[in-house]
Nanobody
């Protein structure tokens, strides 16, 4: 089994920045990819950014440079930095890991006030 624990969510004003962290533990020897997803109220869950096993990064279509994903293999952590935030970034952000089975964290709430 794999456990993913997110942290760093909270309330931030529009224009501000936030860094989310995810710590992975358990059977994480064959990680195919790690990613951040988000789900806003009333909307489907969408992928924000993904880091593949070879280091390649893929961003969601909406990202446009405001999101930076980073994986530290030694510390088994995945971070997401979000800059110039808008109220549309309000969502629950989830950490995801594939080994290759799918594992999800519990999510961390991010709220951006206007």
């Amino acid at each position: 089994q794999v456990q993913l624990v997110e942290s760093g969510g909270g309330l931030v004003q529009a224009g501000g920045s936030l860094t989310l962290s995810c710590v992975a533990s358990g059977r994480i020897s064959r990680v195919a990819a790690m990613a951040w997803y988000r789900q806003a109220p009333g909307k489907q869950r969408e992928e924000v950014a993904r880091v593949f096993y070879n280091g390649r990064i893929r961003h969601g279509d909406f990202v446009r440079g405001r999101f930076t994903i980073d994986r530290d293999k030694d510390k088994n952590t995945l971070t997401l930095q979000i800059n110039n935030m808008t109220p549309e970034d309000t969502a629950v952000y989830y950490c995801y890991l594939a080994n290759p089975a799918d594992f999800w964290g519990q999510g961390t709430q991010v709220t951006v006030s206007a």
